[in-house]
């Protein structure tokens, strides 16, 4: 790889990460600042848990903490790791004659450009409705109609995206746990390694000392690093909450439950489109030694030179397969 193409995915990185902040700043972060703070104190100290209306009114003032904190540790996290992938720019040579390695189906490929498009869709039009008043979004919001009926309908969409994907890999879960157990589901779904939090947060903590001590230990992921964790299971944690609230506010309106679906609604939102500016984008399509574009959402398949640097528990276990066979 070129150091020009490298050093064009370091500057779209810091620009995603700029506009993320900002987005973040406007979409929850202001609140927090002009009083939200002291709002949610005041919450904590007299709870009511038994009221809608101060759930409702937690939600809108802690949400925005939830956002400041991941905004946080996505950007110190992204920082980390373009120092790093700096080290590698001029040595991404792939040869033809080297071995790849099949990462993601046609069948997850397909999945993964749909959830793409409709999220891009939900995102940018709620978010356009939300700031309808601003001066700028005007030249943009010709039509509340027209707005409405694309989120309502990429959003109904995109929750039978998620359910079609939950029951058809959920079943494939559940008979692989009745066959080989956990730990035979794990081996099958990589997935599922979130769960072992000791080796999520090794990782994380390996990957700060790694961008300041060039010699010292590198994460050791599976099939799937920190980004594409987050990714998979936070969208489907923020597609429950955004969808099931969103079908309350479609049956009855804003002012569903005493407006605490309005409001986790959008904080949710917000908090998914943080994530996928200061850390998705930035990590899973524009790090400089893959930029312009990540080819293994093209074309499935990563090289195994990768795959030993990057996700080494993966190359092992591939290895030993290879192994086996013979």
């Known amino acids: 790889m070129s150091k020009a193409r490298g050093i064009a995915g370091f500057i779209v990185t810091v620009f995603l990460i700029g506009f993320g902040w900002v987005f973040a700043y406007y ?13 949610l104190l005041s919450l904590i100290r007299h709870p009511e848990l038994t009221s809608i209306v101060w759930w409702r009114d937690f939600i809108w003032y802690f949400w925005p903490v939830v956002i400041l904190l991941f905004s ?23 040869s033809k004659e080297e071995g790849y390695v099949v990462k993601y189906t046609a069948f997850q490929r397909i999945q993964y450009y749909l959830l793409y498009v409709l999220f891009f869709l939900v995102a940018f039009t709620g978010f356009v409705m939300h700031f309808g008043n601003n001066p700028y979004i005007k030249y943009i919001y010709v039509s509340r109609e027209l707005y409405v009926t694309l989120h309502v309908v990429s959003g109904v969409l ?89 079908v309350a506010m479609i049956f009855y309106g804003a002012s569903a439950w005493a407006g605490f679906a309005w409001a986790f609604h959008v904080r949710e939102a917000a908090l998914a489109v943080a994530i996928w500016l200061l850390l998705i984008l930035p990590l899973a399509h524009f790090r400089p030694t893959r930029f312009p574009v990540d080819k293994a959402f093209l074309t499935g398949k990563v090289p195994l030179s990768e795959v030993k640097r990057e996700n080494p528990l993966w190359y092992k276990r591939l290895y030993s397969r290879l192994k086996g066979e013979k």
Do not use: C
């Open 158 to 246: 995109l929750g039978a995206l998620a359910l079609f994907h939950v029951g058809y890999y959920g079943t494939q879960l559940l008979m692989t746990i009745r066959k080989k157990g956990w730990a035979g589901a794990v081996e099958k779904f990589p997935l599922l390694r979130v769960f072992n939090f000791n080796e999520v947060l090794t990782n994380i903590s390996r990957l700060y000392i790694l961008a300041f001590n060039p010699k010292g230990p590198g994460p050791e992921w599976d099939k799937y690093d920190i980004e594409s964790l987050l990714h998979y299971w936070g969208e489907y944690f923020g597609m429950t909450v955004i969808g099931v609230t969103g």
């Open 72 to 94: 946080l540790f996505a950007t110190t996290y992204v920082i980390a790791m373009l120092s790093v992938e700096l080290r590698y720019l001029g040595l991404e040579h792939h």
């Open 27 to 39: 979409a929850a972060l202001d609140d927090l600042f002009a009083g939200g703070l002291l709002k």
